[in-house]
């Protein structure tokens, strides 16, 4: 087996360690023996979405997001139909903001690729501190850092946890990030992966059962460093019985 891996525009987009995502895809494939392939995409290479099967799409400032948007809007259709399809992908907070109809800066309006359905608008006060989600898909909380100045309106879309602790999509502590088809669209740097290898795990498992069309139990790795890491700021900055009495709840 063996999957491609598609950074795109790695020199605008790579905000508080984003690139770090795609080492964490490429190690955790290598150590279950699957080959994987990574192709870094800059301001005017062509991009065939044929042959992908994970997009990286990291964060970048408002400047660096309004060049990135004009190089999407040229791969606008087959980047929507590469998603609609069940591509798989990972949009980190500049990212995210870029998968949707609209990011109204301070000073003007970014055109998204709407391939989301939700809208970003700027307010004076920037969003910082760790974060905590409850989310749905896993079994453990999901970690990381947020850094916005955006509030972004996510509709009917589905969020991809609660706010535990932290401000996340709008500032007001509920909801943060968005999942969509095999999409997750999140606010959440760090780098997110290396804190959280069940978010990782998912997101392979989604890529290798679209490209091979059958159901895969990837196999199991260490992951005590790694969950001590996520551990760490679930005890640091959660109500870390609340949390789990969630989870109880939820999946018994």
Same mark, same amino acid.
Request: aromatic share 10%; proline share 3%; charged share 25%.
């Given at each position: 087996?063996?999957?491609?891996?598609?950074?795109?525009?790695?020199?605008?987009?790579?905000?508080?360690? #984003?690139?770090?995502?795609?080492?964490?895809?490429?190690?955790?494939?290598?150590?279950?023996?699957?080959?994987?392939?990574?192709?870094?995409?800059?301001?005017? #290479?062509? !991009?065939?979405?044929?042959?992908?099967?994970?997009?990286?799409?990291?964060?970048?400032?408002?400047?660096?997001?309004?060049?990135?948007?004009?190089?999407?809007?040229?791969?606008? #259709?087959?980047?929507?139909?590469?998603?609609?399809?069940?591509?798989?992908?990972?949009?980190?907070?500049?990212?995210?903001?870029?998968?949707?109809?609209?990011?109204?800066?301070?000073?003007?309006?970014?055109?998204?690729?709407?391939?989301?359905?939700?809208?970003?608008?700027?307010?004076?006060?920037?969003?910082?501190?760790?974060?905590?989600?409850?989310?749905?898909?896993?079994?453990?909380?999901?970690?990381?850092?947020?850094?916005?100045?955006?509030?972004?309106?996510?509709?009917?879309?589905?969020?991809?946890?609660?706010?535990?602790?932290?401000?996340?999509?709008?500032?007001?502590?509920?909801?943060?990030?968005?999942?969509?088809?095999?999409?997750?669209?999140?606010?959440?740097?760090?780098?997110?992966?290396?804190?959280?290898?069940?978010?990782?795990?998912?997101?392979?498992?989604?890529?290798?059962?679209?490209?091979?069309?059958?159901? !895969?139990?990837?196999?199991?790795?260490? #992951?005590?460093?790694?969950?001590?890491?996520?551990?760490?700021?679930?005890?640091?900055?959660?109500?870390?019985?609340?949390?789990?009495?969630?989870?109880?709840?939820?999946?018994?």
């Amino acid at each position: 087996m063996k999957l491609n891996i598609a950074h795109l525009y790695p020199d605008l987009l790579n905000l508080y360690g #984003d690139r770090g995502n795609i080492q964490c895809f490429k190690k955790r494939l290598e150590w279950r023996g699957i080959d994987v392939n990574v192709t870094q995409y800059l301001q005017g #290479d062509l !991009i065939d979405f044929s042959g992908i099967d994970i997009v990286l799409l990291g964060g970048g400032s408002d400047r660096e997001q309004e060049i990135v948007c004009k190089e999407l809007l040229k791969i606008k #259709d087959s980047f929507k139909k590469y998603v609609e399809d069940g591509g798989v992908v990972l949009a980190v907070c500049g990212g995210y903001q870029l998968l949707g109809n609209y990011y109204m800066t301070k000073t003007s309006k970014i055109e998204g690729l709407g391939i989301l359905d939700i809208y970003t608008e700027w307010k004076p006060k920037r969003l910082i501190r760790n974060i905590v989600l409850n989310s749905d898909l896993f079994e453990t909380p999901v970690v990381g850092f947020e850094n916005h100045g955006g509030r972004t309106y996510i509709g009917k879309h589905k969020p991809l946890g609660k706010v535990f602790f932290g401000l996340g999509n709008t500032g007001k502590g509920d909801y943060e990030g968005v999942v969509y088809k095999n999409v997750i669209a999140t606010y959440l740097h760090g780098p997110l992966l290396p804190k959280n290898p069940q978010v990782c795990d998912y997101l392979l498992t989604k890529a290798l059962e679209r490209k091979y069309k059958t159901d !895969i139990s990837l196999k199991p790795l260490d #992951d005590s460093k790694e969950m001590a890491a996520n551990s760490y700021i679930v005890d640091r900055y959660s109500d870390k019985k609340n949390i789990f009495k969630e989870f109880i709840k939820r999946h018994t």
